[in-house]
């Protein structure tokens, strides 16, 4: 991963030796340089997430028409795999590209990643929250979730992060109640893992929590302070009159540097209502998270309505659910069963991976394209980019295949205030490695080949373990490790000590993140379970990259 | 360098006639040790020649009718030093799989490959112990020693760099109740932290040392230090605790300052308060004028002036020095001069708060206070006189680092409570958290006990006094009254001979949380924490159950399960010297009781026998040649005389009280050399803490530009 920031004080270093003689008040700095020492953004992380499954094929993700959305492998080498860039893709109406995201997206491919091989540690499915984090959701089916009770997801990891989040903003969860954010997005209140609590799916109910009912400021609303905002200014200055001491170390002063930035970054969260900026429209349109993929007006609705709530920083976590689960395609009673499930079957003439693959760019025309578009569109004033360059959007369908644990979807929207690099399609898998084979919940309804080629989906080559994209995010977000690791919370996997023999002797897991939630210290591995669900995912993977952000090219 | 070298010498001849006072190191003066500094040879790296001959014997006699050197083929074992061997690639210290001495012999199973020596046929097994303990051994074997030290003095060595490193979560929290506890007294600041939950919002430290290691200052570090600021300054304004705030500090040193109402202070009042309260957060007085860095006190005497009223001024005051770099870091900026512009020395205050902090983890009170201000502290005497008293209360210090150091913070999670073994062994007990707890605490009690009585640093490891005070420990330990609520020799509870001795035989060392001890974790954990012996992780290509305990056996000890299931030719060169430090304390349960049998359940969870426990142990391959101890208490005497531990309680305290991140690098450090040859020379506990500071240059500080 590249990391663009440049520390303040760095930068002030690099200034000159004249001067850190005097005291470095930000009043005396010409403008210009003033400009560049506020490189620490307000951050922002929307995930959006479409319900179940979507096939995809040997060359990824997803294809839409009878002819395979074919991205080919890329054609560039970096440390983490191969990577081109995705405007030798450039989407016209005939390119590969288009059928996935249209033309929507043409303007901002340097702001977006495309990165396929992020595989589970196991098999999942339902809405399970792994996508961000960690457990199962449907107790019914996963009558062993329970072992994971207190893992939070990071949408939840983030929003109570007092460096992230000061002021406590609400968490923003909207979509359907079952089958949205409430299935993949969970605290941890009360002991047992509970399910995040959606602001519900209605556009209106969403307006009400972003605006607090109406009542926030309109254009030119003041900005509301605490108290203490200016004497922390002043504690400020206290902290660069002590580190132009003469009496001071080189070391003193990286140390000192550091506490300056992290305090900088308490006070400029001190102010709730950032900008003149501020502007909550009238909602547009009345409808429902549920309809986005089939209405257009209402998922630009959703995105004009997020984007109003960031430039007014009612909120800073956005996890939405725009899922569909039963009676919405070709009359089926429960498209979970008779299309994901069934990816060869046929509907009306359509494959039904191909209804699946039309849902889920449907969600990304109608609503993540806008969002897109708006955030690239409005300029954050605390360092000149974009609100889209200081984001991260996050955009995905639940599953890799059927319930399976590679290869997960993902795209990538935003450079987290510069602390991701972006424009490229990224492929992290090891061809040579060959490719492993997907199966549903039992053996006989094994639905991917592990052989290219065939009339089925094949493309489980050996790729990286999704948990470090979980860990790329927050860390891009500002958190460090100590921020979301501890053994309280991560016990499932956190120092395991009885997984080593099949992981190259390894001794110690820790990190964000969970394939399947089996209950490692009571079961028995020779288990169907263990040997179907997790047991891949452990032999797979070299887990000692468990912890590891993801490389992205430079 | 060398400027600083005479300023260290000068002060060694100045203070060359005096010597300490009512201090059992009386005999050593704060002067170097002006130990000549010969670099040891390569040939003196590993050691253990016993071992070595014994090594040797075997390739004598099956390895040279070929192995004269003679051939490329056959090399030649005839090799005078272990240096030798490692330098023609034969063995890599302490890795078997890594050395071809080892990984050619047809005895060799661990993996793949070529393994056809000897031609004639495999070694006998104790033969092959011979060889693999000797490679083993290679890692543990530490740099020699010179003039009888396990670390050296070098006279040109300069002081540390002291940077700056922020208060651990403990000393944070402690300054705070120290520093408010002056005004409302420590009931009404303990209720005060408590009502702002600030123990627990503190981040907790994270360090591969001690939690003074951990320099990490993160956005939670901001957020949460700024969040407790602004709640505790807000909180000290109302109500009477206002006034209580005033008086206090103002009567610390009223000067001409007059004042009727808390709420109207005159400008003098005003300065005074300030003044004082700062002298007390910062261990320092504010800079007064801009000779140094800047006019601190002006900086704050400003907030009077932007502030509405004077309690808001005293708000503000507050939450800046409570966020200030002077009371957050320990940073050492507090220095004068020297003729080597490299290295400062310590102001007086600068090394009281040092001293503070080491032996009382917090800031100084007042005492220290008034004999930075009153006495020059970089003088022998008055340096002496100020860690006589820091050293009178080590509690919470020495707490702190016994926990970390025998890494007993917390104790192992109940398990298989069900299990009938489970529910025999702790009939009459509670087993709950309060029960771990006092495990914990009665091992920090009795460290703190030594300390405190002024016994030698070996008690540790022999002393029989029980700090027992919780019913539910004292049924453990079948013992009738309590400790007292002050312990000293002449009042103390003591267990009956021949049961227990020193730390290693308390129930936090040997708790397990499960029905069943497990001896290689004891064994692990000594060698590991106590005597800083390096433990290689297992071997890859281990079967399946390798990590899983023994099954039980209806005929079967504990000791007999581990050792059967352990003495495999892959197993042996490792547990050969770790189960016998783990079978020296068989004689005590999975919770620490004493058994001179041990309950035996078959495979079917059924009580089926009482078999003898036995705690002899061969220590040959372990620790050392010709060393057999009888019980756990011999082994206890042991370790309390042996090298290792003193050399590995050196390199803990010092790392713990200078806040390092990692251990030293080096065994050349004049602090740790005068605290080893205090240790090897009968040191009491409490001495040997002292000792970490004793250095000359402890009062220095060296600056890297």
């Known amino acids: 991963m590249k990391y663009n920031r440049m520390n303040r004080r760095m930068f002030l270093q690099g200034t000159g030796k004249t001067l850190l003689s005097i005291p470095v008040l930000t009043s005396l700095l010409p403008c210009e340089l003033w400009a560049q020492t506020t490189t620490a953004p307000t951050k922002r992380f929307i995930s959006v997430i479409q319900g179940y499954d979507l096939g995809h094929n040997a060359n990824w993700i997803p294809f839409t028409g009878n002819n395979a959305f074919n991205i080919p492998q890329p054609n560039r080498i970096f440390s983490g795999g191969r990577y081109q860039p995705l405007r030798d893709f450039a989407p016209t109406n005939s390119s590969v590209l288009s059928t996935y995201a249209g033309s929507a997206f043409s303007p901002y491919l340097e702001s977006m990643n495309i990165l396929r091989s992020l595989d589970f540690t196991g098999r999942y499915g339902h809405g399970g929250a792994q996508v961000l984090g960690a457990i199962s959701a449907d107790a019914g089916i996963r009558p062993d979730r329970g072992v994971l009770s207190t893992i939070p997801t990071i949408d939840f990891v983030l929003n109570s992060h007092r460096g992230f989040n000061p002021a406590g903003l609400p968490l923003i969860n909207c979509g359907n109640t079952g089958f949205g954010p409430d299935n993949y997005s969970y605290s941890s209140v009360g002991g047992i893992a509970a399910n995040a609590t959606s602001v519900g799916e209605e556009l209106l109910r969403i307006y009400n929590q972003l605006f607090s009912n109406g009542t926030l400021p309109e254009n030119g609303g003041n900005s509301i302070a605490h108290p203490k905002y200016n004497i922390l200014t002043r504690v400020l200055e206290d902290y660069t009159r002590v580190r132009n001491s003469r009496n001071i170390s080189a070391s003193d002063r990286t140390t000192l540097d550091n506490t300056l930035d992290k305090l900088s970054d308490v006070q400029r969260s001190l102010t709730r209502v950032s900008t003149a900026q501020c502007s909550h429209l009238q909602l547009s349109k009345t409808g429902s998270v549920f309809q986005i993929p089939s209405n257009a007006a209402v998922g630009r609705a959703l995105a004009d309505m997020i984007t109003a709530a960031i430039l007014c920083d009612s909120a800073r976590v956005f996890t939405i659910g725009a899922a569909s689960i039963s009676g919405l395609f070709q009359a089926q009673a429960d498209d979970h069963d008779t299309i994901s499930h069934n990816p060869f079957a046929s509907f009306n003439g359509k494959p039904s991976w191909q209804i699946s693959g039309e849902r889920h760019a449907a969600t990304m025309r109608n609503f993540v394209a806008p969002l897109v578009q708006n955030l690239a569109s409005a300029i954050d004033p605390t360092n000149g980019r974009s609100y889209l360059y200081n984001s991260l959007i996050y955009s995905t369908t639940e599953s890799g295949q059927v319930h399976g644990w590679g290869s997960h979807p993902v795209t990538l929207f935003g450079n987290a205030g510069g602390r991701l690099t972006s424009g490229n399609y990224i492929d992290y898998s090891d061809r040579s490695k060959g490719a492993f084979m997907g199966a549903d919940s039992d053996d006989t309804l094994r639905l991917f080949s592990n052989t290219p080629g065939t009339v089925n989906f094949s493309n489980n080559w050996y790729g990286t373990h999704y948990n470090r994209l979980l860990v790329t995010i927050l860390q891009s977000m500002g958190l460090a490790p100590a921020d979301y690791e501890n053994d309280t919370l991560n016990r499932q996997l956190y120092n395991r000590t009885d997984i080593g023999t099949d992981n190259r002797n390894l001794t110690s897991l820790g990190g964000y993140g969970y394939g399947y939630p089996f209950d490692l210290t009571g079961a028995d591995p020779t288990s169907w379970g263990f040997r179907n669900y997790v047991y891949p995912g452990l032999s797979n993977h070299d887990l000692r990259q468990f912890r590891n952000p993801l490389s992205l090219p430079t | ?705």
């Open chain 2, 1 to 705: 360098m060398k400027q600083f070298a005479k300023v260290l010498t000068l002060i060694s001849l100045t203070n060359s006639v005096l010597f300490f006072t009512n201090c059992t190191l009386s005999s050593q003066k704060d002067a170097l040790v002006l130990v000549p500094y010969n670099p040891p040879s390569t040939s003196e790296l590993v050691g253990n020649l016993s071992r070595f001959d014994a090594m040797k014997q075997v390739l004598q006699a099956k390895c040279m009718s070929c192995h004269t050197g003679s051939t490329t083929s056959a090399p030649n074992f005839n090799l005078a030093t272990e240096e030798e061997f490692i330098n023609r690639g034969l063995v890599v210290a302490g890795s078997l799989a890594e050395s071809k001495l080892v990984f050619r012999l047809r005895n060799y199973t661990v993996d793949n490959g070529v393994r056809n020596m000897p031609p004639t046929g495999a070694l006998t097994g104790t033969e092959y112990t011979l060889i693999t303990n000797w490679v083993s051994m290679l890692t543990r074997i530490v740099p020699p020693t010179v003039n009888g030290n396990e670390f050296v003095c070098n006279p040109n060595e300069l002081p540390d760099s002291l940077n700056a490193r922020r208060l651990s979560k403990n000393e944070y929290f402690n300054s705070l109740r120290s520093l408010f506890s002056r005004a409302l007294g420590t009931t009404e600041t303990d209720a005060l932290l408590t009502q702002h939950n600030v123990f627990a919002r503190v981040p907790e430290d994270v360090s591969i040392t001690f939690a003074t290691g951990d320099k990490n200052f993160s956005a939670v570090h901001a957020y949460e230090f700024f969040a407790i600021a602004n709640s505790l300054s807000a909180g000290l304004i109302e109500g009477t605790r206002l006034s209580q705030f005033v008086s206090t500090f103002i009567n610390y040193n009223r000067g001409t300052c007059a004042y009727t109402d808390a709420a109207n202070l005159n400008l003098d009042c005003r300065a005074t308060l300030a003044r004082n309260f700062l002298l007390r957060a910062w261990g320092r007085p504010a800079e007064t004028t801009n000779t140094n860095m800047n006019n601190e006190l002006a900086s704050f005497m400003q907030e009077f002036q932007l502030a509405t009223s004077t309690a808001a001024g005293i708000e503000a005051i507050i939450f800046k020095a409570l966020l200030s770099p002077q009371f957050l870091y320990h940073l050492q900026i507090s220095v004068e001069t020297t003729a080597d512009p490299q290295v400062h020395r310590l102001t007086s205050y600068a090394i009281a708060r040092r001293i503070a902090f080491i032996f009382n983890q917090t800031l100084p009170d007042e005492t220290l206070l008034n004999l930075a201000a009153t006495r020059n502290l970089a003088d022998e005497t008055s340096f002496i006189e100020a860690v006589n008293y820091a050293t009178q209360n080590l509690d919470s210090s020495l707490s702190q680092f016994t926990r970390e150091w025998l890494h007993i913070k917390q104790l192992p999670a109940y398990r298989d409570q069900t299990h009938p073994k489970f529910q025999l062994i702790t009939q009459g007990l509670t087993a709950n958290e309060n029960l771990k707890s006092v495990m914990i605490r009665e091992v920090t009690d009795l460290v703190n006990y030594i300390a405190k009585n002024n016994r030698p640093v070996s008690e540790l490891f022999t002393s029989n006094v029980s700090l027992a005070r919780d019913p539910n420990l004292m049924q453990l330990y079948g013992q009738n009254t309590p400790a007292p609520v002050t312990v000293t020799e002449q009042n103390a509870v003591r267990f009956p001979a021949g049961e227990r001795s020193g730390l290693l035989t308390r129930a936090a060392m040997l708790f397990s949380g499960s029905h069943s001890e497990n001896p290689i974790l004891r064994g692990i954990h000594i060698r590991k924490y106590l005597m800083c012996l390096q433990m290689s992780d297992p071997p890859p290509g281990l079967p399946a159950d390798s990590f899983t305990p023994p099954a039980l056996d209806a005929n079967l000890t504990t000791r007999q399960r581990y050792h059967n299931k352990t003495s495999g030719t892959s197993c042996v060169g490792c547990h050969s010297q770790i189960n016998p430090v783990g079978f020296a304390f068989s004689k005590y349960n999975a919770f620490g009781a004493f058994q001179n049998t041990e309950p035996i359940f078959d495979v079917n969870n059924q009580l089926v026998n009482n078999l003898s426990t036995d705690a002899r142990v061969n220590l040959q391959l372990a620790l050392a040649i010709n060393l057999d101890t009888t019980d756990a208490m011999d082994f206890s005497e042991y370790v309390s005389r042996s090298k290792e531990f003193k050399k590995c309680i050196t390199e803990k305290f010092y790392t713990y009280a200078n806040g390092l991140s990692e251990k030293p690098a080096s065994n050349i450090s004049c602090s740790m050399n005068r605290m080893y040859q205090g240790l090897d020379a009968g040191s009491t506990l409490q001495d040997f803490f002292k000792s970490t500071v004793l250095d000359s240059r402890f009062r220095f500080r060296k600056i890297d530009r």
